[in-house]
């Protein structure tokens, strides 16, 4: 026989490319994505039955009336909570005017101007226990440095304890926004001969503004839905406000007085209220988001 | 010839500038915190002139030239011995401000960093920051041109710097460098990012910038100091005291670098035997 033995060339087999659904990968990865759907949808569930309930429950009252009144005394009928929402704007303005200027110095401290001391880091570690503080305290707080120092609720002690509660919030997001501002970026401007100054006003600033922004109108969604701090500081009024250094309402406290009474109409003001509360707070959050998107982003 | 520091360290020869000299830096001793990194380096840069910088990486190329305009300074541990006049003034004198210094003395970094703002705002930022008065959009249109990115943005210069690809981002960062017309332009690596033809634009842009400005030019690539260069300093690093200190080896003609060495170092380098 021939000595030859002949050299077949390798059979190659190319692995198939398509998918396979019961291999057993594939059959994990169903699984998984599903429960994963599956617990998204259930964590979502008591947020929009919650919506869904305000709406059902206090869509009907929301008119005019409702949003300009003040609020009904006892049998009476219709009224509103007009007061309220002004209330719980003005004491909201009071509070950002307090919290954003402050936050924001104190942010550039600690991203820019010192970002590595002691105190740095201990005025941040402070920060963020404050973040996590109990908000009622604000309240009581305020209420024994200004309430009963100036011997009146105000809406001044109400914006200064929802303040108190903004503070930390605005200055840890609005340092983290420096933060992320590359250092080439301000290595760049100082290049250029750029002062400190400058480069925190024309470059730090400006290119942390979304993230900044973002930390601020946050924090005056959580300071509108507040009513613990103001309950001791700013209690409530049946009447529009007149000046800064007297009671006033807010929604959260309106909410809070009405949804215990026993008559049905200030039952369905409360309700009403909450739905309004509850946009407001939605719309800032929305807000928050759409300012994070940066114009210039890569 | 050569000589030797009082502690026996290698001392390059003396270059003799032909023409005048626009930052005269003679560099003693370097360091960041305990660590040395460039010693003994006389390295003038002459007036309408590039003068290239070459050696092997961490050999202290950028050290040197973010020391020509104060850059280092905002690095707390850099200490700097030496001096570097600019003008008959040192630019480390007491008196000096750094910032003004960088308003002269300006630099293309070795990664792009354009601004977080549109593309013209970024080429007209130091315009504004000097307080320019004048026609503010003929200026940074002739500066995109002259970077020659000016037909990859035309018609985007309301979109974001960072839009931009990383050799476009280069680019625009020279634009923006140059929109200031600084006496002197310090360029890091411009062209690591850049695909050929970008490099051979940007080259030709060095060539024409040395006719009214000085240019300090640190690179890797060999071909592009021999293109654009006309004077080469090589930098090597030397390990003898344990450390990794820097330290001019040798500086002349770029031909004469290239074609000529005195140092067997700067042979072996400028042939590809070491990197
Ligand atoms: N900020 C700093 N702090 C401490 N050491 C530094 C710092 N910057 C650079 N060095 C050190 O100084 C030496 C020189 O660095 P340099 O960046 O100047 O090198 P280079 O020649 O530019 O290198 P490459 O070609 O890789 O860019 C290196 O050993 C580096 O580790
Ligand atoms: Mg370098």
Redesign the pocket.
């Known amino acids: 026989m021939s000595e030859i033995t002949q050299q077949l060339p390798p059979v190659v087999e190319f692995p198939s490319l398509e998918k396979d659904s019961f291999d057993i990968r594939a059959i994990k990865n169903s699984t998984l994505t599903l429960m994963v759907w599956g617990i998204a949808i259930m964590a979502s569930i008591p947020l929009f039955s919650v919506i869904f309930m305000l709406i059902s429950e206090g869509g009907s009252r929301i008119d005019i009336e409702a949003l300009t009144e003040i609020p009904p005394a006892g049998f009476e009928t219709g009224g509103g909570f007009g007061n309220a929402i002004i209330g719980t704007f003005v004491m909201v303005g009071i509070a950002s005017l307090i919290s954003i200027p402050f936050g924001i110095m104190a942010a550039l401290h600690l991203a820019i101007l010192d970002p590595n001391s002691k105190l740095t880091t201990i005025s941040r570690f402070l920060a963020k226990v404050l973040t996590g503080f109990p908000s009622i305290l604000a309240g009581v707080f305020v209420y024994a440095v200004i309430v009963i120092t100036t011997g009146t609720y105000s809406a001044w002690a109400g914006g200064v304890a929802l303040a108190v509660l903004m503070l930390p919030t605005v200055t840890l997001a609005a340092e983290e926004a420096m933060r992320q501002v590359p250092q080439r970026m301000k290595d760049a401007a100082y290049g250029m001969g750029c002062t400190r100054t400058q480069v925190i006003m024309q470059v730090v600033l400006p290119t942390g503004l979304p993230g900044i922004l973002t930390g601020v109108i946050l924090a005056v969604a959580g300071a509108a839905g507040e009513s613990a701090p103001l309950l001791f500081t700013a209690l409530f009024s049946n009447y529009y406000m007149a000046e800064l250094a007297e009671p006033t309402a807010s929604l959260s406290i309106l909410i809070y007085n009405f949804s215990g009474m026993p008559f049905d109409n200030q039952i369905e003001l409360a309700w009403a209220a909450s739905l309004v509360l509850v946009v407001l707070v939605l719309f800032f959050n929305i807000l928050a988001r759409v300012v994070g998107r940066s114009k210039f982003k890569e | 010839m050569t000589s030797l520091s009082d502690t026996g360290e290698f001392i390059a020869k003396k270059y003799e500038p032909k023409g005048p000299v626009v930052l005269d830096c003679q560099i003693n001793n370097i360091y ?2 305990n ?1 040395r ?2 010693r003994d380096s006389h390295v003038p840069i002459e007036k309408n002139k590039v003068t290239g910088f070459i ?10 030239l973010r020391s020509m305009n104060r850059m280092n300074d905002l ?1 707390e ?2 200490r700097f011995d030496g001096s570097i006049q600019y003008h008959s003034n040192d630019i480390y004198g007491k008196k000096v401000d750094p910032v003004v210094v960088r308003r002269y003395i300006g630099m293309v970094f ?1 990664l792009p960093n354009p601004f977080s703002m549109s593309i013209y705002d970024n080429v007209a930022f130091g315009l504004r920051l000097n307080g320019f008065k004048g026609d503010e959009e003929e200026m940074v249109v002739q500066a995109l041109k002259r970077a020659a990115i000016w037909d990859d943005v035309k018609d985007k210069l309301k979109n974001s710097g960072l839009s931009l690809s990383g050799g476009q981002q280069q680019r625009l960062c020279i634009a923006r460098a140059i929109a200031t017309e600084p006496d002197v332009l310090l360029m ?2 411009p062209c690591s990012a850049l695909d050929p033809i970008a490099t051979r634009q940007v080259e030709e842009l060095m060539v024409e910038l040395k006719e009214h400005y000085s240019v300090a030019l ?1 690179t ?1 690539n060999m071909q592009q100091a021999t293109r654009v260069a006309d004077v080469t300093a090589f ?1 090597g690093v030397d390990i003898s005291q344990g450390g ?1 200190t ?1 330290y001019l080896v040798e500086m002349d003609d770029t031909q004469k670098i290239f074609e000529d060495p005195q140092q067997l170092l700067t042979q072996q380098y400028v042939r590809g035997e070491f990197s």
């Open positions: 960041y915190g660590f990194a460039v050696g092997p990486s961490g050999c202290g190329k950028s050290t040197v690095i541990s850099f070795q890091d690596e640190v890797h930098l990794r820097g």
